[in-house]
């Protein structure tokens, strides 16, 4: 089945341990992209790759690293998370920019 | 970059049609529409690509403005499934920026 999947579903962690979000898609989708969707601000963008170690920053970028080593896989790192950084993140993926993404479940994180 | 979607919040009778309104001060490549549901990610309604297209998908119809820098999405006979939040979404080059989002409640 084509999909996106995100792992883990559900974190609660502490400020200032780093965690990684893992996202992965089985659709050979060159581009993919991070999102954060917090209540009233809709969903924006914190990072993006349009291929194979080829990443950007999308609005949101501080407090978050991203990397692109294989094309199926593309990880969202925070080195020190705080608690603004509590929200529901969404992993996505389209065969190119100029087709349809497609999202993750979501991960929702809390840092206390 | 800033989209602009209205309304807010949108509470209609089963049967109704509706239609949501996206505004921006910036010009996008092309603009898509989706909606999520709880607990889920947004799924793609329409994509429109191309100055003042019109698209229909079922009983959604939506179209892209001629300067590029707005939208709206209607939906016409609305059913208790329609319910969720629906955003808009324009593309830049590689960016993307999503509007706030308009969360619809079908009354049975």
């Known amino acids: 089945e084509a999909q996106v999947t995100q792992n883990p579903r559900y974190l609660i962690t502490v400020t200032g341990k780093k965690l990684t979000v893992t996202c992965s898609q089985n659709m050979n989708h060159e581009y993919m992209s991070w999102y954060r969707q917090d209540p009233g601000l809709g969903l924006r963008q914190i990072y993006y790759?349009?291929?194979?170690?080829?990443?950007d920053k999308g609005d949101v970028p501080e407090g978050y690293k991203v990397s692109r080593k294989e094309k199926r896989n593309f990880p969202l790192i925070l080195e020190s998370p705080s608690p603004n950084q509590t929200s529901l993140y969404f992993c996505?993926?389209?065969?190119?920019?100029?087709?349809?993404?497609?999202f993750g479940p979501g991960t929702r994180l809390t840092v206390l | 970059q800033l989209l602009e979607q209205s309304p807010q919040f949108l509470s209609i009778q089963e049967g109704e049609n509706l239609t949501v309104y996206c505004n921006s001060s910036?010009?996008?490549?092309?603009l898509q529409w989706y909606r999520q549901e709880p607990g889920e990610g947004p799924v793609l309604l329409i994509a429109?690509?191309?100055?003042?297209e019109l698209t229909s998908n079922g009983r959604l119809t939506a179209q892209f403005g001629i300067t590029r820098k707005d939208s709206f999405l209607n939906i016409s006979a609305s059913i208790p499934s329609d319910v969720g939040i629906y955003f808009c979404?324009?593309?830049?080059?590689?960016?993307?920026?999503f509007g706030t989002g308009t969360r619809l409640k079908v009354l049975a």
């Open positions: 429109l690509y191309k100055a003042g």
């Open positions: 910036s010009v996008f490549s092309s």
């Open positions: 996505a993926s389209s065969l190119s920019t100029a087709n349809e993404q497609f």
């Open positions: 790759s349009m291929n194979v170690e080829v990443t």
């Open positions: 979404a324009g593309k830049g080059t590689y960016k993307y920026i």
